[in-house]
C-alpha cells in the first residue's frame, strides 16, 4: 500500500478523529511507555503523549511517518513492519486504531504484540471488522469482473470475525477482556466525491492492471450503483464495521 500523507490528513481525517473514543478506552498514565502501531501521521499517538505517556509510534509507510514528524516533531516515530517489529523497549499497553486490518499476518503481529508487552500490559485496538466496507467491496468487484478483469478476491486487507480474532490471541497467550463488533457508518469528507476520494486512497489496489480509462468508468459506475444506498442527505456513508479488542498479558 502507497500511502498519500496529505490526502489522508486532509480528506479522511475521520479515520484518526474516531480513534480519540479508543484513546480514552486506553487510559493512558502519566510515565506509562505506550507503543502506537500503526501510528500513521502521528495524531492519535501525541493525544497519549499528550496524557503524560512516553510514546513510540510505529507505521510501515515512511511517508506516513514523515507527516508525523513533520506535525509533531517531538514524537518518537519509528519505521517498522506490524507482523516483524523488533524493539529494544518492553511496553505498558499497546494501541492501534485502524491499523491492523491492514496486516494479513493477524497471528505474526499478535505474536509481535504480546512479546513487546510487559507482563500485565494491555492491549487496546480497533479494525475492521467482518463485513467491513462490503457493500463498496461487491459494487468495486462486479463492476471490474463487468469489464473483464477477472479480480475474485484480495489480499491486502483482513477483516476478521470476534471470535476468529479472539481465538488468535487466545492462542498466543492473551487474555481477551473486551471484543465488540458494531456498525458505524461513516461520513466521507466531501459530500459529493467523498465515495470516489475512499476508493482511490484505501482500495486503489483493486486497479493494479486496469486501463486508466477503465478505472475512470469503473469509479463512476460504483458511484452510481451505490449511490441510493450509501448517500444520505447529501452525504456519503461508509459502511464501517469495526472489531473494538481490549486484551492483557498476563502478569
Known sequence: MQWNADSYTQKHAFVFEY???LVDLLAPKPGELILDLGCGSGELAQEIANY?????????????????????????????????????????????????????DAEGAIRQMHRHLKPGGRLVAEMGGQGNVGQIVAAVLR???QRGYALTEFGWWYFPSVGEYAMLLEKQGFRVRLALHFDRPTAL????????????????QFFAGVHAADKAEILAAV?????????????????????????????
Not at 70 to 89: V, W
Not at 192 to 198: K, P, Q, R, S
Not at 223 to 235: F, H, K, M, S, T
Open 143 to 145: 463492476q471490474l469482473q
Open 52 to 104: 503524560g505517556a512516553q510514546v513510540v509510534g510505529l507505521d510501515a509507510s515512511a511517508d506516513m511517518l514523515a507527516k508525523a514528524r513533520q506535525q509533531f516533531p517531538n514524537l518518537d516515530c519509528r519505521l517498522g513492519d506490524a507482523a516483524s517489529f523488533e524493539l529494544p523497549e518492553r511496553f505498558d499497553a499497546i494501541f492501534s486504531n485502524a491499523a491492523l486490518h491492514w496486516v494479513p
Open 189 to 204: 469528507s466531501d459530500p459529493e466525491t467523498g465515495l470516489i476520494d475512499w476508493i482511490e486512497q484505501f482500495g486503489d
Open 19 to 21: 480513534g480519540a473514543g
Open 223 to 251: 458511484d452510481a450503483e451505490l449511490r441510493p444506498v450509501l448517500w444520505r442527505n447529501g452525504q456519503w456513508l461508509a459502511d464501517y464495521k469495526r472489531l473494538r479488542i481490549v486484551a492483557e498479558k498476563p502478569a
